[in-house]
């Protein structure tokens, strides 16, 4: 069955960076764009960017330009973002999804990575 | 960008009541909007795709309609399992956005 599993939640600093992984399971890694979603407490979702697998392709909300990397590896079968320069702006839910290309839907979610920015 | 406006922003309602959750488009999106799920400490779960779409493993009790702009997120009978935040999304121009959500209680 298709899996995301993403990393452990993260305690950085103020200025710092921090990466954290998407890893997939159950279907074919190239085939889906990956999708990345922010959720700062209290608040509603947010769409970061996506990136396709298979070419490396990405797009980006236009407030995460500069601030969000997104890579992949395809060996694994992993998806990854970096956040930088982080501030507590950035201290938040973030979740890794596929998206159904057909209907354009968020089909399968993983089960998020708390990221903590305080000194 | 395309603001989904969601209301009521909070509702109540009791065990076997038809309730519905509208989102308002600002913008023509087709039928590119869809509903999701989201308890606490879990991920979203997708509810309605292509706006009218049932979602695999969705009870049937749950439907998604379209007037326009306007979509609407309808339970026919509501149980205790559905209490939730409800939000939909845009996915026909980027920035993709998510509405505010629809806060979902038991009376």
């Known amino acids: 069955q298709v899996k995301l599993l993403q990393s452990g939640a993260a305690l950085v600093k103020p200025g710092a960076s921090v990466k954290m992984s998407c890893k997939t399971s159950g279907y074919t890694f190239t085939d889906y764009w990956v999708n990345w979603v922010k959720q700062s407490h209290g608040k509603s979702l947010e769409w970061v960017g996506e990136?396709?697998?298979?070419?490396?392709?990405?797009k980006f909300n236009e407030k995460f330009k500069g601030k969000a990397t997104l890579t992949v590896d395809q060996s694994t079968s992993t998806a990854y973002m970096e956040l930088s320069r982080l501030t507590s702006e950035d201290s938040a839910m973030y979740y890794c999804t596929r998206r159904q290309y057909r209907y354009n839907y968020f089909d399968f979610w993983g089960q998020g990575v708390m990221v903590t920015v305080s000194s | 960008d395309i603001q989904l406006t969601q209301s009521p922003s909070s509702m109540s309602a009791s065990l076997g009541d038809r309730v519905s959750l509208t989102c308002q488009s600002s913008q023509d999106i087709g039928n590119f909007l869809s509903w999701y799920q989201h308890k606490p400490g879990k991920p979203p779960k997708p509810v309605i795709f292509?706006?009218?779409n049932l979602a695999d493993g969705v009870p049937s009790r749950f439907s998604g309609s379209r007037s326009g702009s306007d979509y609407s997120l309808t339970i026919s009978s509501l149980e205790s399992e559905d209490t939730a935040i409800y939000y939909c999304l845009q996915y026909d121009a980027s920035p993709y956005t998510f509405g505010a959500g629809t806060k979902l209680e038991l009376k």
């Open positions: 292509y706006a009218t």
């Open positions: 990136i396709y697998p298979n070419r490396g392709s990405t």
